[in-house]
């Protein structure tokens, strides 16, 4: 975001997941998050955990134990 003059990004991370019901592959959003400049520049990244810093944006993501990551749907910019 350094280089670009916007406010906010969405970003989604896609991944290739086997669909166990089909015995298909599918590419699946498991992250959707919209990143804000303000909260973004005031984070310290040195000392950050990235997982626990997701919490002060807003996002989906699903993760279990015992399955991994799982589909979400995206986030907008509100």
């Known amino acids: 975001m350094?280089?670009?003059p916007v406010?906010?990004?969405v970003v989604y991370d896609v991944d290739n997941m086997l669909?166990?019901?089909t015995g298909f592959n599918n590419d699946i959003i498991i992250l959707s998050v919209?990143?804000?400049r303000k909260t973004l520049d005031q984070l310290?990244?040195?000392l950050i955990d990235p997982?626990?810093?997701l919490g002060n944006f807003n996002y989906n993501m699903k993760y279990h134990?015992?399955?991994g990551l799982?589909?979400?749907e995206k986030v907008t910019i509100y």
């Open 2 to 4: 350094a280089l670009l």
């Open 65 to 67: 134990k015992t399955a």
């Open 51 to 53: 997982s626990d810093a």
């Open 44 to 46: 310290i990244f040195e």
């Open 34 to 36: 919209v990143l804000d």
């Open 70 to 72: 799982r589909e979400v």
């Open 7 to 9: 406010d906010k990004v």
């Open 19 to 21: 669909n166990t019901s």
